[in-house]
């Protein structure tokens, strides 16, 4: 190893950042036992029923309404299956997502949701809501939102029923149509919609990831082991949505913590703040910033690394895919800085990228393990990863591939096949209002 490359480990060393710091054993024991805390009401790894079972057939032609609330975007359509199970998506709309332009009231968010989906309830016998945000949902299937992450600015929509209020305000825009409102969650989405789009082959069993602006998991769970809950049928199966970005106890560096409390909700959602899309730009950006107190920089491309300020997820990302490219701003911004500077740069973010891939893994194979499938070769789990940022992010498939080949053989044996599908939120949610 460069002498080069061992200043800029033993510096991330000093502040715990390093990838060696994430021991993929015990962070994947310490994320099961929180996973069954949570089944039993205590956990900082929420363990959210769904009450989504997964057995029942999707009616062939039939249309719903679906709407898709993501970290950035919000996504509107028609959308039915045929006889198939391929889907006809119909007058499909991109929008911003309310909140992240600013803070807007209670009253702003339903309006604008309802103003998006007016002239298509008529058209729709439900409506299914992908809504990507940590939310109790009910036997109902409404949702009570918990709490908004990735930023979004709507703090009174804390604690409010996200079907319920939606119905209001469509009535006070003239739609008459009563409708039933099917909340969901995307990795939810995601895991649903994995279950019908490969029919020739044979899977034990299905797991929804997430890995984009926020991070996300789910598996489907016995109702006798969803001991917080009473009266429900033991023999029957639900999806559970983890919300396991808001692990409570990953190995956290020094770093992570000064992230952590300068942002809008400190003290939560402490794994997805060290990996996910949304944050590891600003990971990147506060781990250079005491790099260039520490010394690793010469001093000319450290004051000129400071004056960048918060660095996006996308400008560190494309500085390791091409560390030549003059039109991404680190590297127009060294450009005549010395070969160290720049290879030292290299360094720092790939090892973030490499520890958030070990994150990343051990979050999955945590989810893999506790669903109990995958133990034949011949029926893998079927695991289903939506989320650009994974398939994006710089060799980080591979990454996570290798990472959880290690974790899951041995006495942890699971085997397992990636898959992706396009437009997994907006499915998903169609076959959960189509389905329960």
Do not use: W
Request: with cysteine; glycine share 8%; hydrophobic share 35%.
């Amino acid at each position: 190893m460069s002498d080069l490359k061992n200043r800029v480990e033993s510096f991330l060393k000093k502040y715990e950042m390093h990838s060696d710091f994430v021991d993929l054993d015990a962070c994947v024991k310490s994320f099961i036992s929180e996973m069954e805390r949570g089944l039993a009401g205590d956990s900082s790894i929420a363990m959210i029923p769904t009450y989504i079972e997964t057995e029942n057939p999707i009616p062939p032609s039939k249309k719903v309404v679906v709407i898709d609330a993501g970290g950035t975007n919000l996504r509107t359509a028609l959308v039915s299956f045929d006889e198939n199970y391929k889907p006809l998506i119909e007058e499909f709309k991109k929008y911003p997502m309310p909140g992240t332009g600013g803070a807007v009231s209670k009253d702003e968010f339903f309006d604008t949701l309802a103003e998006y989906i007016k002239d298509l309830v008529p058209r729709g016998d439900k409506i299914g809501f992908c809504f990507s945000y940590p939310t109790e949902i009910f036997p109902s299937k409404d949702g009570k939102l918990i709490k908004f992450s990735k930023e979004v600015e709507c703090p009174e929509v804390h604690g409010q029923m996200i079907g319920e209020n939606l119905l209001a305000h469509l009535k006070e825009k003239g739609v008459s149509e009563d409708r039933e409102v099917i909340i969901l969650n995307d990795t939810v989405a995601t895991l649903l919609t994995g279950m019908i789009s490969f029919p020739e082959q044979s899977f034990s069993g299905y797991v929804g990831y997430i890995f984009g602006t926020g991070i996300n998991s789910c598996y489907v769970e016995s109702n006798s082991n969803i001991t917080k809950l009473e009266g429900m049928d033991p023999k029957h199966h639900q999806i559970i949505n983890t919300e396991c970005g808001s692990f409570g106890l990953p190995p956290q560096g020094k770093i992570d913590k000064i992230l952590d409390a300068g942002t809008s909700d400190p003290g939560h959602y402490f794994l997805e703040k060290m990996m996910s899309g949304g944050y590891f730009g600003l990971v990147v950006t506060k781990t250079l910033e005491k790099a260039v107190e520490e010394g690793i920089f010469s001093a000319d491309a450290g004051k000129i690394l400071l004056d960048l300020g918060r660095l996006s997820t996308k400008d560190v990302d494309d500085y390791l895919h091409n560390p030549n490219n003059k039109e991404n701003i680190l590297v127009s911004s060294l450009k005549d800085s010395g070969q160290e500077d720049r290879e030292a740069l290299f360094y720092l973010i790939n090892n973030l990228l490499e520890r958030a891939a070990r994150l990343a893994a051990s979050s999955i194979a945590g989810t893999v393990l506790k669903s109990e499938a995958g133990k034949s070769p011949l029926n893998p789990v079927c695991l289903t990863v939506d989320g650009t940022t994974f398939y994006c992010f710089f060799q980080f498939r591979s990454r996570v591939e290798q990472y959880l080949r290690e974790i899951l053989s041995g006495d942890n044996q699971r085997y397992f096949e990636i898959v992706r599908v396009e437009d997994a939120p907006l499915l998903g949610a169609a076959i959960a209002a189509l389905t329960n």
